[in-house]
């Protein structure tokens, strides 16, 4: 199975200008909360966020950077962001396929939220070292997936997190910070320290 492409996301945003209820699900609000309050450091100066949809968390994160760059790897949805986010100058969103794009700027936030398991695992180390090699030492990289399986997604959210951990820990470029675990999400915080 390879990585899911953008069609993928495009014929899903065909279906629903909100597949996954970010707009109004219970659940999504609690996570987002979760999302925010598991940053330990009350101010970003550039955030990365990758992943993010019609905007929902976006417009949580603008409180909390100067600078944040949100990106999908569809442009559906990034109509509805940019409608969304009109009104925050702070906000840039693109288009951007991770791994094989990659924005070229160190950023002292990077945010993989319910993305990393659409990847096979190849593809999921690249962007894990890009994400790495472009975040700033002592910049924080925060990732919340759903942890259920789903039979078309090529990796599991534990999968995914569990990738990050193998970069964690002494002589590693990452250190663990703190982590949480819902019945269908996980969370973990990573700070980068070499």
């Known amino acids: 199975m390879p990585s899911l492409p ?15 209820s970010f707009e109004t699900s219970p659940y999504e609000k609690a996570k987002y909360e979760a999302t ?8 970003y100066r550039n955030a990365f966020e990758i992943g993010c949809s019609i905007g929902v968390l976006s417009e949580m994160l603008t409180q909390r950077c100067d600078k944040l760059l949100a990106v999908d790897a569809s442009e559906l949805p990034l109509e509805t962001a940019r409608k969304r986010l009109a009104a ?12 094989n794009e990659f924005p070229d700027q160190q950023f002292d936030l990077i945010l ?13 180390k690249r962007a894990r070292q890009l994400m ?10 925060l990732l919340v997936h759903w942890t ?7 990796l599991t959210g534990d999968q995914v997190h569990e990738q990050f951990m193998e970069a964690a820990g ?13 019945d269908k999400y996980r ?3 990573f700070s980068r320290d070499q």
């Open 148 to 154: 259920p399986f789903v039979h078309d997604y090529p």
């Open 36 to 43: 925010l309050a598991a940053l330990s450091k009350n101010h």
């Open 6 to 20: 953008t069609t993928y996301f495009d014929d899903v945003y065909r279906a629903s200008n909100d597949p996954w």
């Open 88 to 99: 925050y100058p702070q906000v840039t969103i693109r288009q951007m396929a991770i791994p």
């Open 170 to 182: 002494e002589g590693k470029p990452l250190t663990h910070l703190s982590g949480q675990r819902t």
């Open 187 to 189: 969370l973990d915080l």
């Open 132 to 141: 790495i090699d472009h975040l700033e030492i002592g910049g924080h990289l």
């Open 112 to 124: 993989l939220s319910e993305v990393g398991y659409y990847l096979v695992l190849d593809d999921l």
